[in-house]
Each structure stands twice: as C-alpha cells, then as structure tokens.
C-alpha cells in the first residue's frame, strides 16, 4: 500500500534538534529525486528540501542552513537532520519522490516543537 516509510519524529523544544529517516521501497531514490515535505496543522503539504540522484540539494528559505536532507544509497534509506527547531517547524513531515507521485505517500511522522 505504502511505498516509504518515515520514523524519528517526536516532541522537542526549541532550539533542539531531529533527525528523520525514510525508508524507500527498494532503490528508487537511485534514479529519480527524493524530498521531504511537510503539512502543519491546518495548513497545506508543502516541499522542504529536495536530493537530486547526483546529490545536489535545495531547501526551502525557512529551513535552509538549519536542515541538511542526505541519503544512503546501500540502505535505501533519506534522511532530514533538522537543528534549531522552532515552534513553526511543528508539522507531520514526509518523503516522496520530487516531484512527488500520489501512491508513493506514506503516513509520515509527527514533529512538534514545544516547550
């Protein structure tokens, strides 16, 4: 049903630090381009930050130079290292291919940035 799934969300404090990882269904991210999104409450999904295949990366302003996206192309696995949390990084975040494709969602995993 799922194609990815995402782990290592949890409740943080400001300033505090995350790292997220994505589990991929075999070795797509190796021929196509991974992201990270993310959905605040009442808001809408929104791209975060991307990988190219030949590792290039891009963020959205709001978290570029505190978030670093990677992968590991012998685990199949992408990964979100997130610093300097702030209240309004609060969201259920997700990995996909970029651009994304429908059935590729999975049901993501919750940050919250809290004191």
């Known amino acids: 049903q799922v194609q990815v799934v995402e782990s290592g969300g949890d409740m943080v404090q400001p300033g505090g630090s995350l790292r997220l990882s994505c589990a991929t269904s075999?070795?797509?991210?190796?021929?196509?381009?991974m992201g990270w999104y993310r959905q605040p409450p009442g808001k809408q999904r929104d791209l975060v930050a991307m990988?190219?295949?030949?590792?290039?990366?891009r963020y959205t302003d709001s978290v570029r130079g505190r978030f670093t996206i990677s992968k590991d192309t012998t685990k199949d696995m992408v990964y979100l290292q997130m610093n300097n949390l702030r209240p309004e990084d609060t969201a259920v975040y997700y990995c996909?291919?970029?651009?994304?494709?429908?059935?590729?969602w999975g049901q993501g995993t919750p940050v919250t940035v809290s004191m």
């Open positions: 075999g070795a797509v991210f190796k021929v196509i381009n």
């Open positions: 990988i190219t295949t030949d590792n290039n990366t």
């Open positions: 996909n291919a970029y651009p994304a494709i429908g059935m590729y």
